[in-house]
């Protein structure tokens, strides 16, 4: 027969092990929120609107992309690096392709390098804002419209910055419900359609 101790330790297992699961997904969220906010390890910071100063300084901006494992569609930047004026609003184009035959959802997490920089990355327009579906087989470009705070320039650190990466991860996300019924709504509908001959496809 087990001990007390025994059972009790087995009891403390099973209670911190949910937790520490728990805890590792919402770290994630956690996380980019706090750098969202504060500009820490990189993260961009969000504008309102334009830049109420722009300078003659150019700087060069790299941008990156990666999928997340998991996460099957292709994804890349249309164009890889931009010479932008400091305080220049200036628009970029990331492509993503959904080569499975199921509709799939992703959301992208971001970050600019080097990390001095991100505070002074500010993002006007975002796809990375909100959550993007894919149907199968479609490809779509998506925006993000930025500028480079001029005050970059008086920053410790960030005055030393002459070229700035921003680079994106695409995570796979759960479906919602309504995209899924839609889907399959649609499915059904093509499936029952007559073709030429007068025959469905089914």
Same mark, same amino acid.
């Given at each position: 027969?087990?001990?007390?101790?025994?059972?009790?330790?087995?009891?403390?297992?099973?209670?911190?092990?949910?937790?520490?699961?728990?805890?590792?997904?919402?770290?994630?969220?956690?996380?980019?929120? +706090?750098?969202?906010?504060?500009?820490?390890?990189?993260?961009?910071?969000?504008?309102?609107?334009?830049?109420?100063?722009?300078?003659?300084?150019? %700087?060069?901006?790299?941008?990156?992309?990666?999928?997340?494992?998991?996460?099957?569609?292709? +994804?890349?930047?249309?164009?890889?690096?931009?010479?932008?004026?400091?305080?220049?609003?200036?628009?970029? +184009?990331?492509?993503?392709?959904?080569?499975?035959?199921?509709? %799939?959802?992703?959301?992208?997490?971001?970050?600019?390098?080097?990390?001095?920089?991100?505070?002074?990355?500010?993002? %006007?327009?975002?796809?990375? +804002?909100?959550?993007?579906?894919?149907?199968?087989?479609?490809? %779509?470009?998506?925006?993000?419209?930025?500028?480079?705070?001029?005050?970059?320039?008086?920053?410790?650190?960030?005055?030393?910055?002459?070229?700035?990466?921003?680079?994106?991860?695409?995570?796979?996300?759960?479906?919602?419900?309504?995209?899924?019924?839609?889907?399959?709504?649609?499915?059904?509908?093509?499936?029952?359609?007559?073709?030429?001959?007068?025959?469905?496809?089914?």
């Amino acid at each position: 027969m087990s001990s007390p101790r025994n059972r009790r330790t087995a009891l403390w297992l099973l209670l911190i092990v949910p937790v520490m699961l728990g805890g590792s997904y919402a770290a994630v969220p956690l996380y980019n929120l +706090f750098c969202k906010v504060t500009g820490y390890g990189g993260t961009t910071s969000v504008a309102d609107g334009p830049s109420s100063r722009v300078l003659d300084q150019l %700087i060069t901006v790299r941008f990156d992309a990666n999928t997340a494992p998991g996460m099957p569609w292709e +994804f890349r930047p249309v164009q890889r690096t931009m010479k932008v004026r400091l305080g220049e609003t200036a628009l970029a +184009f990331y492509e993503a392709y959904n080569p499975t035959d199921e509709p %799939i959802a992703g959301t992208a997490s971001y970050n600019v390098s080097p990390y001095a920089a991100g505070a002074f990355f500010d993002k %006007i327009a975002c796809f990375c +804002f909100s959550m993007q579906i894919l149907q199968p087989g479609e490809r %779509i470009e998506m925006p993000v419209s930025f500028y480079v705070d001029p005050d970059m320039l008086t920053d410790r650190e960030g005055r030393y910055v002459s070229d700035v990466t921003l680079s994106y991860t695409m995570n796979r996300t759960e479906l919602p419900e309504g995209a899924a019924a839609l889907e399959t709504g649609l499915d059904t509908q093509l499936a029952a359609a007559p073709v030429a001959d007068g025959t469905t496809r089914q």
